[in-house]
Antibody
Framework: QVQLVQSGSELKKPGASVKVSCKAS????????MNWVRQAPGQGLEWMGW????????TYAQGFTGRFVFSSDTSVSTAYLQISSLQAEDTAVYYC????????????WGQGTMVTVSS | DIVMTQSPDSLAVSLGERATINCKSS????????????LAWYQQKPGQPPKLLIS???TRESGVPDRFSGSGSGTDFTLTISSLQTEDVAVYYC?????????FGGGTKVEIK
């Protein structure tokens, strides 16, 4: 079954770090880039960037440089999003998404991971 | 970055009536070499991830009801729901994937009048 399964919800204090995982199955992980999308509470979708799962090379959207790091581990078909120095504004649902049918639009999404930053 | 502007922000339509959502890009998303518009539409229901409805501006995904249609080219696009059903209540987003820096529109909330 073609799917992306993300890690569970996280509650973190300001200044801490978090690492969200996205495990792919049912398709060849290294053939398609993995994207990350943020959705703050009650807000729209914001594309954060993508990582080449073949080379490990990341591309970050404006506003997601510095504290945000994309990585991947091909041995376990998993992509990761790490956020450091967490701030209250980072409270959001984070989605991974990809295009295993070969198009460029995101036809496969993870279920989302809620990250809450609160003291 | 390519800016995607959706309108309206929200709309309320009676059951069985037509709903029309517009999306405008700040620059063309039509790739001249293959004559394809790099534009997608997604539907998002509360508590769920987005679902791809339409890619290449007008190609419906498998399993998407034919009451959903996409049109437009270049910088101006439209998503039409020809006969609104209860299950279509959701937020709809356009997205361009023409640029290596992808961008979404702000979303349009569709409700029943």
């Amino acid at each position: 079954q073609v799917q992306l399964v993300q890690s569970g919800s996280e509650l973190k204090k300001p200044g801490a770090s978090v690492k969200v995982s996205c495990k792919a199955s049912g398709y060849t992980f290294t053939r398609y880039t993995m994207n990350w999308v943020r959705q703050a509470p009650g807000q729209g979708l914001e594309w954060m960037g993508w990582i080449s799962t073949n080379t490990g090379n990341p591309t970050y959207a404006q506003g997601f440089t510095g504290r945000f790091v994309f990585s991947s581990d091909t041995s376990v078909s998993t992509a990761y999003l790490q956020i450091s120095s967490l701030q209250a504004e980072d409270t959001a649902v984070y989605y991974c998404a990809t295009s295993p049918r070969g198009g460029n639009a995101f036809d496969l999404w993870g279920q989302g991971t809620m990250v809450t930053v609160s003291s | 970055d390519i800016v995607m502007t959706q309108s309206p922000d929200s709309l309320a339509v009676s059951l069985g009536e037509r709903a029309t959502i517009n999306c405008k890009s700040s620059q063309t998303v039509l790739y001249s070499s293959n004559n394809k518009n790099y534009l997608a539409w997604y539907q998002q229901k509360p508590g769920q991830p987005p679902k791809l409805l339409i890619s290449w501006a007008s190609t419906r995904e498998s399993g998407v009801p034919d009451r959903f249609s996409g049109s437009g080219s270049g910088t101006d696009f439209t998503l039409t729901i020809s006969s609104l059903q209860t299950e279509d209540v959701a937020v709809y987003y356009c997205q361009q994937y023409y640029s290596t820096l992808l961008t979404f529109g702000g979303g349009t909330k569709v409700e029943i009048k």
